[in-house]
C-alpha cells in the first residue's frame, strides 16, 4: 500500500476563504519596523562603553596587573592552568563521570601564559635595554626553586605596594631579579606596548585576541568593573547588557540555572548547564511528537481566543475535536 | 544610557529594568494579539455566511501553474524533473495565495511575518556596518547610528520571533503533518540564538570582552571551543556577517515555504458542548 500525498485541496475542501493580502501585510510590517527601530535607535542609541585595554588596566589598576603578571609566572593564574583547548593543565576542565568532551578535543589554541603574557614581551623590550637583559638572563637562568622563592617574596611585597601618582612603589625585599622584570612590563603596559604585543603574531595581520583577553581575563580588575555592571554569572549577567539597554533576554532559562543548586554550587557547572540546555531544547524540537508536552495547548486554552472568531462564526456547526493534538 | 540600570531583587531573581520593560513589552503584546481583532472581519464573517469557495480551486490555476506535459521517452532529464516538482509541489497560487482560511483571523499570524521584516532591517544595517568595515561603528557618529539601528532590529526580530513561537505552540502548529514546519522553525530561532552571540562577542566593546571571557567557559568545556574560540575576534566576525545569516536566512526561506505548502493549519476544535 503506498503512502497517500498530502493535498491543499483536499485538507482544504469546504473550508471558507476570505481575501488575505500578504504582500500588502509584509510591505506595512516593512514600513512599521523601519520607523520603530529608527525611533529606538534616535532616542535611545545603542550599548557603547569603552573596552578595557592592557594599557587602562595597568593605569588604573597597577598593583593587579603586577599582581596577575607575577601570577602567570608563579603558574597561579586561571589560564596558566586552565587545560584545553589552551595547554594541558586541568584547572578549568569540566567533566561530568567519563563524559570529558573538553579533553576529548584537546589543545587547539596553544597559551603559555608565563612566556606569552610577560617572558616573551620583555624578551622583545630588553633589545637596548642591559638591565632589562641580564634581570631576563638570570630569572631564565634560575632553577624553578629558585623562581618561585623569587616569586613569592614578589609576591607579598605587591600586596604592600602604594601608588604615589604615575609611580608604584614596591617594597624592597630579596626578591632577584623579578622586580625589574615587573617594574619593565608595567611601563611598557602603561604605555600601550603591551596589547601590541600580545597580538603580534609573527606576521603583519591579526584579528585573534585570544592570548590578551586570557590575560585580562586573569585579573580582578576586568571582574571588578563585570560585577559593577551586574554582569557576573551569579548576577544573571549573561542575559544583562552594559548601560541602561536590554540584554539578551532570550537567554533567560540558560542564566538561570546558573542561580540555583545543584548548578550554583558545581565546579562542571558550564557543562551541567550546557546538557539541561540541550536536552529541554530537544524536548521543544520534539514537542509535536510527545504526549503531555503537545497537549498543554489543549489545556491551557490560549487557542480559544486565537480562533474565537471562528468559534462564533461556526457556531453549533463546529465538528467534535479528536481527544488528543 | 551608559550608567548602570536600576536592578530588581526577588529571591534568586535579579533583573535590570531594561529587561523587565522588554518582557512587559513582549507579554503585552501577546495579550494585545489576541484580543484586538485584526482587520478584515467583514471579510471573514462573509465567508462563513456565503457558500464555501474551495482554497484550492478559487481562483483557478494560471497556465504557469500547470505541471508541463510529461516528457516524452528519450527526453527525460534531471532539470525537467526538478520543474516537475517544483510546480506540482510549490504551485504559484500557493506560495503567493491572495486567499486564506477564514479561520487566519488573528494576529498571531501576524507576529510571523513581523519577524521576517525585522530580519530585513537587521540584514540592511548589517550589510551597511559590514560595507563600511569593523571600526566604522566606534569611530563614527554615522557608524554609531547604523549600530544602533542593528541593535533595535535584533531585538525587534527577538522580541516578534519569541511572539511567533509562544502563538504557534499554544495553537498547536505542528498538527495535521506540520511537525516538521514546528522543527524548522525552533531551530531557526537556535541559529539565531548563537547569531546574535556571534554579533555581541564582535561589537569591539566592554560589553563584548566579558561575553567574551565569560562565554569561553561554556563553548571549552562541550569540546566546542577547540574550534570556535570565542575569543578570535577574526573568526566570529566572519560567522557573524556570513555564514550564520545565510544559514538563517536560508532556513527561515524553508519555514516560509513549509508553511505555504501545506496552508495554514486548521484550528483546533473543541469538545462538542464547551
Not at chain 1, 594599557?55 to 589560564?79: C, K, M, N, V, Y
Not at chain 1, 604615589?164 to 622584570?181: D, E, I, M, N, S
Request: net charge positive; glycine share 8%.
Amino acid at each position: 500500500m503506498t503512502r497517500r500525498k498530502w493535498d491543499q485541496a483536499e485538507y482544504f475542501r469546504g473550508v471558507p476563504t476570505a481575501p488575505y493580502d500578504l504582500v500588502k501585510e509584509i510591505t506595512v510590517a516593512l514600513g512599521v519596523m523601519l520607523a520603530v527601530v529608527l525611533i529606538l535607535a534616535t532616542l535611545l542609541s545603542s550599548p557603547d562603553v569603552a573596552p578595557v585595554t592592557l594599557r587602562s588596566w595597568a593605569r588604573q589598576d597597577p598593583i593587579d596587573f603586577l599582581t596577575t603578571a607575577t601570577g602567570e609566572l608563579q603558574g597561579t593564574t586561571i589560564s596558566s592552568s586552565y587545560g584545553p583547548p589552551y595547554n594541558n593543565g586541568s584547572g578549568s576542565v569540566q567533566t561530568l563521570g567519563p563524559l570529558a568532551p573538553q579533553l576529548w578535543a584537546g589543545v587547539h589554541q596553544p597559551v603559555d601564559a608565563a612566556v606569552v603574557d610577560v617572558l616573551a614581551p620583555l624578551g622583545v623590550a630588553s633589545g637596548g635595554h642591559p638591565v632589562l637583559e641580564r634581570a631576563l638572563v638570570r630569572f631564565e637562568g634560575a632553577t624553578n626553586q629558585q623562581q618561585q622563592v623569587w616569586l613569592d617574596r614578589y609576591i607579598r611585597a605587591v600586596g604592600h605596594a602604594r601608588v604615589l601618582g604615575a609611580r608604584v612603589v614596591v617594597p624592597g625585599a630579596a626578591y632577584g631579579p623579578v622586580g625589574t622584570l615587573m617594574g619593565t612590563l608595567l611601563t611598557v603596559a602603561r604605555s600601550g606596548g603591551l596589547d601590541a604585543l600580545l597580538t603580534a603574531n609573527g606576521r603583519f595581520y591579526q584579528t585573534d585576541y585570544t592570548r590578551t583577553l586570557l590575560f585580562l581575563g586573569d585579573g580582578n580588575y576586568v571582574n571588578e568593573l563585570a560585577a559593577q555592571r551586574h554582569l557576573l554569572g551569579t548576577q544573571w549577567g549573561v542575559m544583562n547588557e552594559t548601560g541602561r539597554y536590554p540584554g539578551q533576554a532570550w537567554l533567560w532559562l540558560y542564566t538561570l540555572w546558573y542561580q540555583i543548586p545543584p548548578y550554583s554550587t558545581a565546579a562542571n557547572a558550564d557543562l551541567l548547564v550546557v546538557l539541561t540546555m540541550g536536552f529541554l531544547t530537544t524536548l521543544l524540537l520534539l514537542t509535536p511528537f510527545l504526549p503531555g508536552l503537545r497537549d498543554i495547548p489543549r489545556w491551557i486554552p490560549v487557542y480559544k481566543l486565537i480562533w474565537r472568531e471562528h468559534y462564533r462564526f461556526t457556531g453549533a456547526a463546529e465538528p467534535e475535536r479528536p481527544d488528543r493534538i | 544610557m551608559n550608567q548602570p540600570p536600576p536592578y530588581l531583587h526577588w529571591a534568586f531573581i535579579q533583573i535590570s529594568l531594561p529587561n523587565l520593560v522588554l518582557i512587559l513589552v513582549m507579554l503585552g503584546l501577546f495579550a494585545v494579539g489576541l484580543v484586538l481583532p485584526l482587520p478584515g472581519r467583514r471579510h471573514r464573517r462573509r465567508a462563513y455566511q456565503e457558500p464555501v469557495a474551495d482554497l484550492d480551486l478559487d481562483p483557478p490555476p494560471s497556465p504557469r501553474d500547470q505541471a508541463p506535459e510529461p516528457p516524452a521517452p528519450g527526453e527525460r532529464s534531471w532539470t525537467s524533473a526538478v520543474s516537475r516538482l517544483l510546480v506540482r509541489e510549490l504551485p504559484l497560487k500557493h506560495l503567493l495565495a491572495d486567499r486564506e482560511p477564514a479561520y487566519v483571523g488573528s494576529w498571531m499570524y501576524v507576529f510571523g511575518v513581523v519577524t521576517i521584516a525585522a530580519l530585513v532591517w537587521v540584514v540592511a544595517s548589517g550589510v551597511v556596518l559590514v560595507i563600511f568595515g569593523p571600526q566604522w561603528w566606534q569611530v563614527s557618529p554615522q557608524g554609531h547610528f547604523v549600530n544602533s539601528i542593528h541593535f533595535w532590529s535584533v531585538q525587534m526580530f527577538f522580541i516578534f520571533m519569541v511572539l511567533h513561537l509562544w502563538g504557534q505552540y499554544f495553537a498547536a502548529g505542528w498538527r495535521e503533518g506540520r511537525a516538521g514546519t514546528w522543527m524548522i522553525g525552533l531551530v531557526v530561532f537556535l541559529v539565531s540564538v548563537v547569531t546574535a552571540f556571534t554579533g555581541y562577542l564582535v561589537q569591539q566593546n566592554f560589553d563584548s570582552q566579558w561575553i567574551a571571557l565569560n562565554a569561553k567557559d561554556s563553548v571549552n568545556a562541550t569540546g566546542v571551543g577547540a574550534f570556535f574560540n570565542v575569543l578570535n575576534f577574526g573568526q566570529m566576525y566572519g560567522l557573524h556577517v556570513l555564514l550564520f545569516p545565510i544559514v538563517v536566512t536560508l532556513l527561515i526561506v524553508v519555514h516560509v515555504v513549509q508553511v505555504r505548502r501545506r496552508g495554514v493549519v486548521k484550528p483546533i476544535e473543541r469538545r462538542a458542548g464547551s
